[in-house]
Structures are given as C-alpha cells and as structure tokens.
C-alpha cells in the first residue's frame, strides 16, 4: 500500500514539502514511553484582505499504547458560529495490519460545547474513531474559517462576520509545545503583500522562512522534535516559558488601544439611563471623597452584578454590552462588569475607559490577541489613570485585586496607550496577623484565646469563610480551621467584625478553643506544638502549600499575591519549665522572602514568635532559594514538637 500524503493534501488545499507514504512515516516513526505520537501537524493559513482567515490543518497521529488510542477515540474541533465556521474534512485510520478505514465525515456531529459560568454558544464538531490499537494511525484533515471571537454584527456578506474584530488585521498565536512529542510542526501564512506581519518567536527557536508569491508574501515556520512539556509545580503558564510564534499586521499596541477606544464610543457602550443615574446618586449621597466614589461605584458593581455568561447578541468579543442593558440583567461576564462601571463613573461625571488584560499569563509585545480579561480604568483629577476590577474584587477591600499584580494591561483611551504592567503591592498590604495567650493545664488540655486580623488578598481569604457561605455554616467554617490543628478542638465562643462591612476595615476575630489532651505532660515533661504555629489558618497563608523538595527551579514560579505573615503565641505552662528541645531560631533576608522565627522562655512561659514577607506574585528560578528556606522552616516549626523539662 504506497498512498501518498500529497496527493489528499493537494485535493484538501494545501501541499506537504516532502511526499511520502503513510506506512512509511508510521513505521519510522516512535517515541518509547508515551501513549501517541504526533508525526506531522502542518497548519496552512491563508489571509484575505479583509483579515478573514482559512485554515487548513492535516495532522498524522501514531498510537503507541491503550491510553493514547483512547485519548483519539474521537476528534473534536471547536469553534464559535458567530465567528467562525468549521469543518473536519477528512479522516482514515491506517491499522498496523495495513489496511486502512476512511471514517464517514457525514456522521460529524455538533454540539454545544462544554461550559460553565460562560455560556456563549460555543459548539464543537465530533467524529467517533472507534477503537484503536497500538501500532494504529489517524491521519485528520480540519478546516476553519473565521476568527475565535464573536463580533459586534453579522456583516453585509456571508463571510463578512467571519473576519477579525480589528478589520484588516491578522494576528495568531501558535505554541510550539505540546504534552506529546511531535516529530514535525509546521506552521504557513500567506498573506496580501499589502499587509506588513511582525513576528517572533519567544522562550525557543523555530525555523523560519519567507518568499513572495506574486501578489502575496509567504511565510513558514517548523520545527522537529517537539518534546513533551514538562512544567513545575506553581510555574508561571507555559506559554510564558514554552516555545512560541506571535504574529501581527498591527502596526504598535498603541493602534490596538485607540481601535479599543472607538469600538466601543463608536457603540455606545457607556450611555447612562435615567436608571443608572438615579442608582449613581443614590450610591454617592454620602461620598465625601473622590475615591470614596470610586470605591462605592466599583464595590456595587462587583457585588451586585452577578458573574455569568449569556449570549446576548450584538456586542460579543472585544465590543462591550451596553450599560443599560447589564445594569437591567444585573449579570455577565467580565467585560459586562467593567462595562457597567464605566457607565456609572462617567454618570458620576468621572473620566473612565475599558481595558484589557490578561489573567494568568504574560502578554508579548508583539500585538497579537493575547487577552482573556476586561477591566475599567478611571482617570483622577491629578491626570493619573488608576486600574479598577469590579469582577475580581467581590467582598474584597480592594478595588483593583492584587491578586493581578506583575500583569501586563492595554488601556482603550482617547489618546491611545502602550502596553503597561501593574506594579508590585507592598506585602505589607496583604497580612495575616495571629496572636493568642494561651495555657497547658496539667492533663495536656490546652486552653486558648486567639485574634485573626487580615489586610487585602489576605483579609478576602479570611472574609470569604463568611461571605461565601450561609450565615447558618460560619461557625462550623471556623470550628473547620481549628479542627484541622487537632480533631479534638472545641470552639468555645467567637466575635468578628461584621463580614458585609468589608468597607469598614479590616477583618478582625477573637475565639476560644479548648483542646483536650493536646499536650502530653508527664511527671517531669511537656511535649507540644504551639496551636497558632501548627498550621492554623493555613487557608490565608498560600506559601504553605508549595512544594519545597526541588533544591533549585527552572523556570519563573508564581504565588497568589504579595503577603507578610505574623504569627505569636504566650504559653503558660503546667509548672516551672527549661527548654530540652526547640526548633532552632532563624532569620534570613533574600529576593525572594525575609523570615524571622524564635522560641523564648520569659518568666516561666513559652513565647513563639514568626514572621515573613513574601514580596511578589511572580518570582524568578533565583528567587527560590530565599523563598524555599522561608516555607522550610515555617514549616519545620509546625511540624517540630517542643519539650520542656518541667521542675
């Protein structure tokens, strides 16, 4: 059987550089160790004047075991109908034997896809493969049209709705990694000779190449050899690290900022109602500052309009809703929240304007779509502009979530903008304080007072165990975070600051626990942990849970936000008490965390004292070693007993 790979590749579009067999390639083709091979995917883009994108895409799988025949047992291709139209146009199955299965393309089927929280109409295209065997092969032919965001219309043509939002413009995104190694990837753009495309390659190398082709400009890129990516625990994403190619016919970010802007002035996605204003009134009737307005819009806004993602028509994708009409759903998605505010500060006679950004990972300065996230930027009477976020700030006493700091941004504004990062929050806005007196009776119970005091991330770590709950489950949720020092813990009573007035200050909780033979006291000895050190309130303290084994790191890793931690106790003890075992004390300063921790023994009590800064949301493979020595002995603390020789 000698069927060559040009000959399908021809009839579907697009041409393979080199013809050989399928039997051939498959049988050369092997990488021991894993559930499938990919051993060619060649991706083939041809680009209209307009923007609007062809696809064509032609992938050769080998499977090598029964997980990887099972992770093939059906193709699917995603795709939104109101950017984009899809097709797979092909499929055979080449069995080890030799003989070969072309699969009927008229039993594709379609359906919605998957979703929760955003229910936007995406579908999927499915075809079922059957049952495959290890030394099998599944050759696929995909074609797309479109764009993977939904626009503002439908168009005047058929496939008018199907070009980018920025009209004109072509821009893609296309990882050179992949969790199974790949022998092949190729990736091919022809495009008008009109059009100027910028493009580079980040975190690797790719082989590129560029020639004109009468009216139009060819370019290609591949690479062999893909191998399976393999991450570390609580890197940064892998498009930050793993191989990449960005490619843009927009000239500058500046010209993505001002298409932002008018876009949306242009839609009239910020007009107030006689509704909004009443609102906006009534919210303001006590706000005695500039930024007391700002924060009581912003607050109202995250808490009020609830996240969820419906398709409401026109104004999907980079277009926002109009205010009027996500101020009377009272939900939507992230660009509805932001959308929302920005209604309401320019009704309350602010400057305000969207902006875009991406949550979770970096955006590179080659301006490409690489957004997942709309925000609101407000600008003071000082000229500055400042960041808000209504949909990550609910019950929060931020306005703009810390959680997104180190975060590249793009504002949409009159005068244009370049691309910008958020900068560092102070760990010192973001601290957990513990602090008890507490007393080792002689039968080992240890009876305790405590106060919790929390700042910004951290204080919504703390709040959340009362806002995001029912009022009936607070006290179990707290009865929870003692029960996790010890299975025998009672909460005798506790007092909190009200949990809704996060407005207020910050939050603030005393309690009493009793803890029955928490100690072990003999005739002439006391063995225990402090209560506040042995992982209480573990849930606001996000360094805990790294995994601290690798010696060194690789690549950039990522907390939940900049933090400091103090933690002190007092403990009276059942009689006259000198040390026979304490974890050592230690302090060290470095890039990636300072710490401070010690044992005392004060007029017969015990006195454990710990504190830390954490600096940074994103650190790099140097920072680890500070950061690493920090969570270390935290954690050698918590699980290190100590023994006193009692007289």
Not at 113 to 128: D, N, S, T
Not at 336 to 363: H, N, Q, V
Not at 401 to 420: C, F, I, K, R, T
Not at 608 to 614: D, G, K, L
């Amino acid at each position: 059987m000698k069927k060559l790979l040009i000959l399908s590749a021809i009839i579907l579009g697009f041409t393979i550089v080199q013809a050989q067999s399928v039997t051939d390639l498959i049988a050369r083709s092997s990488y021991p160790g894993t559930g499938m091979v990919v051993v060619f995917d060649s991706t083939r883009v041809q680009v209209e004047e307009s923007g609007l994108s062809h696809v064509f895409t032609h992938r050769l799988y080998k499977v090598q075991t029964a997980a990887g025949a099972k992770s093939l047992s059906v193709i699917k291709y995603d795709y939104d109908p109101l950017s984009a139209w899809s097709q797979i146009r092909r499929a055979v199955i080449y069995k080890a034997d030799g003989s070969q299965v072309v699969l009927d393309t008229a039993k594709v089927m379609d359906y919605p896809q998957p979703a929760r929280a955003i229910y936007w109409g995406a579908r999927e295209k499915m075809l079922a493969v059957g049952k495959l065997e290890p030394g099998d092969a599944l050759e696929v032919f995909l074609y797309r049209k479109g764009f993977t965001y939904a626009l503002l219309s439908d168009g005047s043509g058929d496939d008018d709705r199907y070009a980018p939002p920025m009209r004109g413009h072509y821009y893609d995104i296309v990882p050179f990694y992949s969790n199974d190694p790949i022998l092949v990837k190729s990736f091919e753009v022809s495009i008008p000779r009109t059009k100027t495309l910028q493009y580079e390659v980040y975190n690797g190398e790719v082989t590129s190449k560029a020639w004109i082709a009468g009216d139009r400009m060819v370019y290609t890129f591949s690479c062999k050899d893909i191998r399976p990516w393999k991450s570390e625990p609580r890197a940064v994403d892998a498009s930050d690290i793993a191989p990449k190619l960005l490619l843009s016919t927009s000239p500058d970010w500046k010209a993505k900022s001002l298409w932002f802007y008018s876009v949306n002035e242009e839609y009239g996605s910020f007009k107030s109602t006689p509704e909004i204003q009443q609102k906006v009134n009534e919210l303001l009737r006590n706000a005695r500052t500039e930024f007391d307005s700002v924060s009581i819009l912003t607050h109202w806004v995250a808490d009020e309009i609830r996240y969820l993602g419906l398709t409401m028509g026109k104004g999907e994708g980079y277009t926002l809703h109009k205010g009027e009409m996500d101020f009377a759903d009272r939900c939507g998605v992230c660009k509805d929240k932001a959308g929302t505010l920005i209604t309401m500060l320019r009704a309350a006679g602010f400057e305000a304007y969207p902006a875009m950004t991406m949550a979770g990972s970096r955006i590179e300065y080659i301006p490409a779509d690489q957004f997942n996230h709309c925000v609101t930027v407000v600008k003071s009477r000082d000229g500055q502009y400042h960041l808000l976020d209504p949909t990550w700030v609910p019950f929060l006493r931020e306005v703009w979530s810390s959680a997104e700091q180190q975060q590249n941004y793009l504002m949409g504004v009159p005068e244009g903008a370049d691309l910008a990062e958020t900068a560092l929050s102070d760990p010192g806005k973001h601290y957990l304080r513990i602090s008890g007196m507490s007393e080792i009776l002689p039968d080992g119970t240890l009876l305790g007072e405590y106060s919790v005091t929390a700042e910004g991330q951290i204080d919504a770590s703390i709040r959340s165990i009362y806002t995001r709950g029912y009022i009936a489950d607070r006290a179990a949720a707290i009865e929870k975070e003692i029960l996790h020092v010890s299975p025998q813990a009672q909460l005798l009573k506790i007092n909190c600051d009200d949990p809704t007035n996060y407005m207020a200050g910050p939050i603030n909780m005393h309690f009493s626990v009793k803890i029955p033979d928490y100690a072990l006291v003999t005739d002439n000895e006391v063995i225990f942990t402090p209560f506040t050190i042995a992982g209480f309130f573990k849930r606001a303290q996000p360094q805990v849970y790294f995994e601290t084994s690798p010696e060194k790191r690789e690549y950039p890793f990522r907390d939940r936000t900049s933090h400091a931690v103090s933690i002190s106790e007092k403990i009276s003890l059942p009689g006259t008490a000198t040390p026979v075992s304490l974890p050592s004390n230690e302090t060290d300063t470095g890039p990636g965390a300072t710490y401070r921790g010690e044992y005392v023994m004060d007029n017969g009590k015990l006195s454990v004292n710990f504190t830390a800064q954490f600096p940074k949301r994103i650190y790099q493979p140097e920072d680890w070693p500070s950061f690493r020595e920090a969570v270390e002995y935290q954690n050698k603390l918590a699980e290190t007993p100590v023994r006193l020789k009692l007289k």
